[in-house]
Nanobody
Framework: EVQLVESGGGLVQPGGSLRLSCAAS????????MSWVRQAPGKGLEWVSS???????YYADSVKGRFTISRDNAKNTLYLQMNSLKTEDTAEYYC???????????????????WGPGTQVTVSS
């Protein structure tokens, strides 16, 4: 059974940093592209970043230059380093795998194959 468990969220002031982690189990982590997505209150799912099995990374324009995605296949763990946080980054963050043939969660949750319970990130002064 696929399990993804996020951690590391919290309350941070604008300009601050957080590092999210996602512990994966129940599948061959190193063989899967992995993503971070987020959902703000009252809004749809937003793709944030992805990392391929080769380690190639991709970012939404809204986070490029501020967030860094990485993975440790030996620990079956996905990370998201978030710097220079803005109030508009406030959301529930999820690590997720996408359904085959989809692209950057364009159809929101319909494109998600597996995801964790999420971790809340609140950016506020």
């Amino acid at each position: 059974e696929v399990q993804l468990v996020e951690s590391g969220g919290g309350l941070v002031q604008p300009g601050g940093s957080l590092r999210l982690s996602c512990a994966a189990s129940g599948f061959t982590f190193s063989s899967y592209d992995m993503s971070w997505v987020r959902q703000a209150p009252g809004k749809g799912l937003e793709w944030v970043s992805s990392i391929g099995v080769s380690g190639r990374t991709y970012y939404a324009d809204s986070v490029k230059g501020r967030f860094t995605i990485s993975r440790d296949n030996a620990k079956n763990t996905l990370y998201l380093q978030m710097n220079s946080l803005k109030t508009e980054d406030t959301a529930e963050y999820y690590c997720a795998t996408a359904k085959r043939g989809t692209w950057r969660f364009q159809r929101g949750w319909d494109d998600a194959d597996s995801w964790g319970p999420g971790t809340q990130v609140t950016v506020s002064s």
